[in-house]
């Protein structure tokens, strides 16, 4: 969240998240990849993989190759 901090910021956050989604997506068919996109995961699980903090840098998306 220090990033954004008007208003705005959850939106600009899911836009951001959209962007990198789409990247991803083109990325995997330009290399022929399949590839899955989602939002059903486990929150603690993807964290303690990712060593991340679940409260200061939530997983919104994962996608797979």
């Known amino acids: 969240m220090w990033r954004y ?3 705005r910021s959850y ?3 899911l836009i951001d998240v959209g962007h990198v989604l789409m990247n991803f ?3 995997c068919e330009a290399l ?3 590839y899955f996109c989602g939002q059903g995961f486990s929150d603690s699980a993807l964290c303690s993989l990712l060593d991340l ?3 200061a840098e939530p997983a ?3 996608g797979i190759i």
């Open 25 to 27: 997506r083109a990325c």
């Open 11 to 13: 939106r600009v956050i």
């Open 5 to 7: 901090r008007d208003s």
């Open 53 to 55: 903090d679940q409260e």
């Open 60 to 62: 919104m998306m994962v």
């Open 32 to 34: 022929g990849l399949a």
